[in-house]
């Protein structure tokens, strides 16, 4: 198992006028060894920064981001990570089953491997049948479906989730959260997921990190009570604590709005 370790992350972006603007501003945190760790915002606060950062997609200007595995220890290889976007990001021109296999290659999975894997990860998303269909043809949320199933299918160490859910209707968007948390909690699988969403987050996450809006600085850390298995979004607990994490999210905001 593995997790991701966050220490004084500093990150500036170059504006056109040629000054720096700070983006993230000594965030610190550890996501849960396995479970959903949320990273919960106002959009444009560095979110997204921040988990390509994680990715090694972003250099940060100070700090250090590391995967930790094998109970604490680092691993000697470079750490192999998932990443869900929020669009799929499919090639068209190839199949479900050829998308997932462009990961495997480009991962350098062995090719003995491959046939397992595939079939694995299809019937795990619900998408067995359309292995040999062409994205165009699919709805929104089986892209979305097919994108997962990329990210799991190579096994990461950490799987990387970017506003997955963000542009699907309200109802496919709701039953892709219970597949999700199914799955992840099945393979047990250590996942940072970014949203501005205050359900999703109470829903998804196990581990919340409340940030504030640019430069990101983290506000608040709050450990869900509910398990998986028990968060019923029409529960008096999971509306009772989905309460207590909007307070936390507007009370960041009224501290925003007050003028220096």
Not at 115 to 137: A, C, H, M, T, W
Not at 203 to 213: E, S, T, W
């Amino acid at each position: 198992m593995a997790y991701v370790q966050v220490e004084n992350a500093v990150k500036y972006f170059s504006r056109e006028d040629g000054t720096d603007m700070l983006v993230l501003d000594r965030v610190s945190f550890d996501t849960k060894e396995f479970g959903i760790t949320c990273l919960l915002g106002p959009s444009g606060c560095g979110k997204s920064t921040l988990l390509n950062a994680i990715s090694g997609l972003e250099r940060l200007d100070q700090g250090r981001v590391e995967v930790i595995s094998n109970h604490g220890s680092a691993p000697s290889h470079s750490p192999r990570l998932g990443y869900v976007f929020q669009d799929p990001r499919l090639l068209h021109w190839k199949s479900v089953e050829e998308n997932l296999t462009f990961a495997l290659k480009g991962m350098s999975i062995p090719h003995a491997e491959w046939s397992d894997r595939l079939r694995k990860y299809l019937e795990i998303v619900g998408l067995s049948e359309f292995r040999n269909q062409f994205p165009l043809y699919l709805s929104g949320g089986m892209r979305q479906r097919v994108g997962l199933a990329r990210g799991l299918v190579i096994e990461p160490e950490v799987l990387l989730m970017d506003e997955p859910f963000s542009k699907l209707d309200q109802l496919t968007a709701r039953r892709l959260r219970e597949e999700t948390l199914r799955i992840c909690e099945h393979l047990k699988q250590s996942t940072v997921l970014v949203t501005h969403d205050v359900e999703e987050a109470a829903y998804m996450g196990d581990r919340i990190i409340i940030l504030c809006a640019r430069p990101a600085g983290i506000v608040d850390i709050l450990e869900n009570p509910l398990p998986p298995g028990a968060r019923d979004v029409d529960d008096l607990q999971f509306i009772a604590f989905k309460k207590r994490l909007l307070q936390s999210v507007l009370k960041l905001m009224e501290k925003d709005e007050v003028p220096s």
